[in-house]
């Protein structure tokens, strides 16, 4: 993963999970970014992430409410202060939420709850994040598009997919499905409109994890974390200006919308 060079990175969600695995293995890069910034909703109370900054300079953690404009906004100006002039090499929409519903029993207000998180935030934390991520891409090199340059990743899910489903005889999870597939529309518009600013914008499917939110009382994820941001991070080392806009998974295979 030695061609995976990162001045600095911003991932939502670090508190838990594939975002605090996240950190863990940026931090362990050949080359590790000079600036890390781990965002969550309550800081505080993220007990392992605190850990980790503790032993680690370059981590910084910010407050970061998805639901709340004004939070992100006062992030976007933490971070732009930390970083002294510098861009923002690579952000990461890893924040996210999920209930089991089914067509029966999907109520709006869960619908509306995880647009807003996996389609409106994001889109939101894109459009403020887009002054350093430019600034990130005009100071880069300028002969391609890579996630060393600057590039947006979006966690999606193949559960979002039209084609594949993932896992519906396990459970319907209406709302998540839905705004999984919007966050894929979402993804390939921002890889068409980016792409000339030399930002990179692709979705990625984490695969079904050992998490909390993908572990249910009656299943068991097959992979294990550690193998999933392993292998999304050797998929972000590889990815390019044909990625554009793209689908894939943790192991890089192009996936279907």
């Not at 600095?8 to 080359?31: A, C, D, K």
């Not at 002969?143 to 979006?154: F, H, K, P, T, W």
């Not at 899910?157 to 896992?167: F, P, Q, R, Y």
């Amino acid at each position: 993963m030695a061609s995976l060079r990162l001045s600095s990175v911003l991932v939502t969600g670090s508190n838990r999970g594939l975002g605090l695995e996240f950190i863990r293995q940026l931090l362990q890069l050949p080359h590790p970014p000079q600036m890390l910034f781990a965002t969550c909703r309550n800081p505080s109370g993220a007990q392992e992430l605190q850990k980790l900054a503790a032993q680690h300079s370059n981590v910084r953690i910010l407050p970061l409410d998805m639901e709340n404009v004004a939070s992100i906004q006062e992030a976007f100006l933490s971070v732009t202060d930390q970083l002294k002039g510098l861009g923002l090499n690579l952000l990461i929409n890893n924040a996210g939420r999920a209930f089991s519903d089914s067509i029966h029993t999907e109520s709006e207000e869960n619908m509306h709850v995880l647009y807003q998180i996996h389609v409106s935030s994001n889109l939101k934390i894109c459009q403020t994040f887009l002054p350093l991520l430019k600034k990130a891409a005009q100071t880069g090199p300028q002969d391609a598009l890579s996630c060393s340059r600057a590039a947006i990743i979006n966690m999606s899910s193949t559960a979002g997919s039209i084609s594949e489903l993932l896992g519906w005889e396990l459970g319907p999870c209406l709302s998540y499905r839905c705004s999984k597939a919007a966050l894929n529309m979402l993804t390939r518009c921002l890889g068409l409109a980016l792409k000339k600013e030399g930002i990179l914008c692709v979705a990625i499917h984490p695969g079904w994890v050992q998490t909390d939110m993908g572990t249910s009382s009656t299943f068991k994820p097959p992979l294990k974390k550690e193998e999933s941001v392993q292998g999304m991070l050797k998929v972000f080392s590889t990815l390019s200006e044909e990625n554009s806009g793209g689908f894939y998974s943790w192991e890089g295979k192009t996936l279907s919308w």
